[in-house]
């Protein structure tokens, strides 16, 4: 069984491909990474399920009402071919169906990015063309925009808890992908859940290149109407710019 139908497909989670602008170049890699506060636990340690479940009931039915969910953003990417992180900021909007992303780039560069299950759409500012990359499907991307928005159901299918930390009103969960078509791209990955409000606060991730990243989001808006949805999400560019589409086999 694929991805798709042990997911299912009623979710903001088709495609979620984050994107850090570093100059005038993108790097399509996907931005979400692992807890840096999630303790590294030793292998005989076991989680605190009941608490982690509990957690994850509750944030799943925080948004199970939502169509459209905004955020400010700060990302901050760790890599070995740079010796300090990448941090850039801006502004998410999702879409769920049909399944979208939308992100404003504000720093370091001004940047348009929108994608969705199966396209990649980025474009500098300034630029009088916008390059769109066509691609079957990303898997990393469909797990990590689920635990984003909140659909966890069959979470532990595809996923072990090895490890839950609360910690000044903060609940992290870290997972580990059982999924092998997720784990040729994850190690690992984390969640950060507002024990308060149950809404996201951050999603993570690291990949087998060893590359870090993580999305910190700022109070996160949940709506069931979005005026101009259409304009936002299928028309995100100034008529005038030109689109460069490329086909790549993996995104």
Not at 4 to 14: D, M
Not at 139 to 156: F, M, N, S, Y
Request: with cysteine; glycine share 4%; aromatic share 6%.
């Amino acid at each position: 069984m694929n991805m798709k139908n042990k997911l299912g497909t009623h979710s903001f989670a088709l495609v979620l491909l984050f994107v850090v602008a570093v100059g005038d170049s993108v790097d399509a890699t996907l931005s979400v990474g692992v807890a840096h506060r999630v303790d590294e636990q030793n292998e005989t340690t076991k989680p605190d399920l009941v608490a982690a479940r509990a957690t994850l009931a509750a944030f799943s039915a925080k948004l199970s009402d939502a169509k459209f969910i905004a955020a400010d953003y700060r990302q901050i990417r760790e890599t070995f071919l740079f010796g300090t992180p990448i941090i850039s900021k801006g502004r998410i909007q999702l879409r769920r169906e049909p399944a979208c992303l939308r992100m404003d780039v504000r720093e370091p560069k001004a940047a348009i990015i929108r994608s969705d299950a199966t396209s990649h759409l980025t474009w500098h500012a300034g630029k009088e063309r916008a390059e769109r990359l066509e691609f079957k499907r990303n898997e990393t991307a469909v797990t990590l925009v689920r635990l984003l928005t909140g659909e966890v159901k069959d979470l532990e299918k595809l996923f072990e808890i090895r490890s839950y930390s609360s910690i000044d009103g903060v609940s992290e969960i870290g997972l580990v992908p059982l999924d092998k078509q997720v784990a040729e791209q994850l190690t690992r990955l984390a969640l950060s859940i507002d024990a308060k409000t149950a809404l996201p606060i951050a999603v993570e991730y690291e990949n087998l290149d060893g590359e870090k990243v993580r999305i910190e989001l700022t109070s996160p808006v949940l709506m069931k109407e979005l005026k101009d949805a259409r304009r936002i999400f299928e028309k995100p560019l100034p008529e005038h710019i030109k689109i460069v589409t490329r086909r790549i086999d993996k995104p």
